[in-house]
């Protein structure tokens, strides 16, 4: 057994919109530099990342990105410093949250071995 868990940020009216998704979003952002990139890397249309950017920057308060509007060198996007902080301290939490998961886990289950009374999975039907 492991211990599996996902860390989200909920609106007052308890819906997602901040979490891993967003996050991985972000990053490739900012190791892309374009939103549209980004978006292709992950198999997403531009229209959803555009929107979960867009969803988190309500929720949040402040903008994610900084565009910039083509040019010689292309349009393109980086990180706000706003958003490059919330992605560390995201990415701490969830790593603590990770390690309190698992300190529990062998607190509680470490040595939780009952005497297992059904058959194989394969018998069952």
Known sequence: MQVKFSVYFCSEEGERFFGAGPCELLLAVERLGSLRAAAHEMGMAYTKAFSMIKRAEKEFGFAMTQRTIGGKGGGGSTLTPQAQELLMRYQAYRTA?????????????????????????????
């Open 97 to 125: 949250c990770g390690q309190s998961a698992q300190d529990l886990y062998n607190t509680y289950f470490s040595t939780f071995h009952p005497v297992r009374d059904l058959p194989p999975e394969k018998n069952r039907e």
